[in-house]
């Protein structure tokens, strides 16, 4: 499915069409599920995720067309966003580490590759220019959901010293990607 | 500054703390309501989804099991069925008034005037509003003529189709003049349809479906 069509697909949604939220979902939740998969490790909690995803997917569809970035990115954030919420609810140690090992290895496909080629590497190469722990710290945020404290306790260091550490990487991140 | 001092978090800070959701949901409530008048925050919101977005390759997909597409089903459509009477019935008796109306109506079938109109009130004319479509450019705009919005809520304007499984939302009617763009699917078949509004939370129903009570109706004529 190409980006266009996913596209299509959320603007048909937007217009209350069942079909259009089905073929969505056919076409995009095993990447949503993914995305709560890797936040959450829990499958049964994922897929109460996953189906609070798509019920929200159907209610703001109509708010997709104002947004700047790709559809998929759109539905990721989607997901992304509620898997974390379950996750700062939960407030316990993630219990799904076993869970994670067995996924397989993280490699996008070499479609996906092409697609996203040039602004992945440009992030990549951004990335790299941060402090590894640094840049590490952004991944896990994104990637894992982890909060502040997460990372302050991670690197045993106080919650403000943290915030003030991640903002700093923002900023250079962002004098490295321009625009 | 040392590592310790507590920095103020600037506008930059804020949108990608908001786009990495790390924000706190008081904080993330305040921020949008920022979002909501501030086009060059959400700018920066933007920014940080599009530039962060390739981190998201790295995620392999997982096929989820067929029950959550069931459930998300049950969860969207299966709790809608009861609403369908009331507007099924709207629908007809209005589209059956209208048929009466039409036959008086001296330029039905000048096709130099493809303008529509809706007038949806009230029994006793408490709220009365007034739409106008322009058949060609999907131009609908809606004028509240008298009544006001209930405090804390919403108006928001549905169109009802010939055999359409659910009323569609047209959106929430922000000020007593609304300007809505009918997207091109909608413009086809413009017979026995019907225009009304419900009541509903600020934003608009959550559902997708009509939540509050219809406020008012009318089918939309060839004016």
């Not at chain 1, 896990?140 to 403000?160: C, K």
């Not at chain 2, 590592?3 to 959701?21: F, G, K, P, R, W």
Request: hydrophobic share 45%; glycine share 6%; aromatic share 6%.
């Amino acid at each position: 499915m190409q980006i266009d069509d996913v596209e299509k697909l959320i603007g048909r949604v937007a217009l209350r069409d069942r079909a259009a939220l089905l073929s969505l979902y056919s076409a995009t939740s095993a990447k949503l599920f993914g995305v709560c998969l890797r936040i959450l490790g829990d499958r049964a909690e994922s897929e109460d995720v996953l189906q609070e995803a798509y019920v929200r997917i159907w209610q703001r569809a109509d708010q997709y067309a104002q947004r700047g970035y790709s559809p998929m990115t759109w539905l990721i954030t989607i997901a992304r966003n509620l898997a974390i919420d379950h996750l700062r609810a939960r407030r316990a140690p993630s219990a799904g580490t076993e869970l994670l090992e067995m996924l397989p290895d993280s490699a996008p496909n070499p479609e996906q590759a092409a697609l996203a080629g040039e602004a992945r590497a440009q992030l990549g190469l951004c990335l790299d220019g941060l402090e590894p722990t640094h840049a590490d710290a952004v991944r896990r945020v994104y990637l894992d959901g982890d909060s502040y404290q997460d990372l302050a306790t991670r690197h045993a260091v106080p919650l403000n010293t943290m915030r003030t550490w991640l903002r700093r990487s923002l900023q250079k991140l962002k004098e490295c990607l321009g625009g | 500054m040392s590592d310790t001092d507590h920095q103020i978090a600037n506008d930059d800070d804020s949108a990608a703390e908001y786009a990495l959701h790390l924000m706190a949901p008081a904080e993330r409530a305040a921020f949008e309501q920022r979002l909501t008048v501030e086009p060059a925050l959400a700018a920066k919101v933007d920014y940080w989804h599009a530039k962060l977005a390739p981190l998201a390759d790295e995620i392999v997909p997982v096929a989820p099991p067929l029950a959550v597409q069931k459930r998300i089903e049950a969860a969207l459509f299966g709790a809608s069925k009861p609403r369908l009477v009331w507007w099924r019935w709207l629908a007809g008796g209005l589209v059956a008034a209208a048929l009466g109306i039409a036959v008086l109506q001296p330029n039905l079938f000048s096709p130099a005037a493809p303008i529509y109109i809706a007038e949806l009130a009230d029994e006793g004319r408490s709220l009365v509003v007034v739409a106008s479509l322009n058949a060609a450019s999907g131009a609908l705009v809606v004028t509240r003529q008298s009544g006001v919005v209930a405090a804390g809520r919403d108006q928001e304007l549905w169109i009802i189709l010939p055999n359409a499984d659910a009323p569609i939302s047209l959106g929430v009617l922000a000020s007593a003049q609304t300007e809505i763009l009918l997207p091109d699917e909608l413009r086809g078949n413009l017979i026995d349809v019907v225009l009304a509004i419900s009541d509903e939370p600020l934003g608009g129903s959550p559902t997708g479906a009509p939540t509050g009570a219809i406020l008012v109706a009318g089918p939309l004529t060839l004016g």
